[in-house]
C-alpha cells in the first residue's frame, strides 16, 4: 500500500491517533513514526530502537503553523529562512524549552523539525498532527531501505507498515539556527552550498 492510497489510510490515521507505532516512507528514509503528543508512542519508540534515551528525535510537522503546537516563537531571521529551505530533505534544530515536552527534548530544551515536500505525506500529517519520526532501524544498525528489512529489525512489535518500495534517500540533512546563520550538525540528503552562499552575501 502506498501513502497516497485511501485504503487502509483512515485506519493508519486511527492508530496514530490512539497511541500506536508505525513504520511508513517519509521525504527521504523509512521512518518509525508516532504521535508526538502521546507519551506513549515516544516511549514504546525509544524503548523499541534502543535509543540512547538522552537523544531527542526528529519530528515531521505538516505545516509551518505546527510549530505554535510546541510554544516555539519563531525571530524574524529564523522565519525568512525557513522560508528558504522548507519544504524540504532539512530538519532543523528549533529552542523548545517547555517543561510539557521535556519527553520528546529529553532535557536539551531543543527539538528537530522537518516539512517535508512530499504531497502525500503532507496530507497525512495534516490528519494526525505532528509525528515523531527516526530512522526505521535500532541505533547503531543500518537504516533499512526496504520494509523488509525493517520487519527484520522489528518484527510485530509494529501497528502498521507502510510499503513503498526501496528508499535510497539519505537522511534529512539536519541544521542548527543562530543569529540567523545556519550551522550544519550532519550532512545529509539535502546540499545546502548554494544557499550558504546566498545568505553569506547578506
Known sequence: MKLNNDSGIKNIIKILKNNGIGVLPTDTIY???GSVLSKKAV??????????????MIILIGSIKDLKIFKIKLKR??????????????????????????????????????LPKKQSLIKLLEKTGPL????ANPE??????????????????????????KLNSKPSTLIALKNGRIFIKRKGAKNLTSLLKKLDKK
Open 132 to 135: 515523531v519520526a527516526p530512522s
Open 77 to 114: 531571521p529564523t522565519q525568512k529562512i525557513l522560508q528558504k529551505i522548507w519544504p524540504g530533505k532539512i530538519s532543523v534544530i528549533l529552542p523548545c524549552p517547555k517543561k510539557e515536552f521535556s519527553y520528546l527534548h529529553r532535557g536539551k530544551k531543543s527539538l528537530a523539525f522537518r
Open 43 to 56: 516511549e514504546k519508540i525509544y524503548k523499541l530502537r534502543r535509543r540512547n534515551l538522552k537523544k531527542p
Open 140 to 165: 547503531n544498525e543500518k537504516p533499512a531501505q526496504t520494509i523488509s528489512q525493517v520487519k527484520k529489525y522489528f518484527g510485530d512489535e509494529i501497528d502498521f507498515y507502510l510499503n513503498n518500495g
Open 31 to 33: 521512518g518509525l513514526v
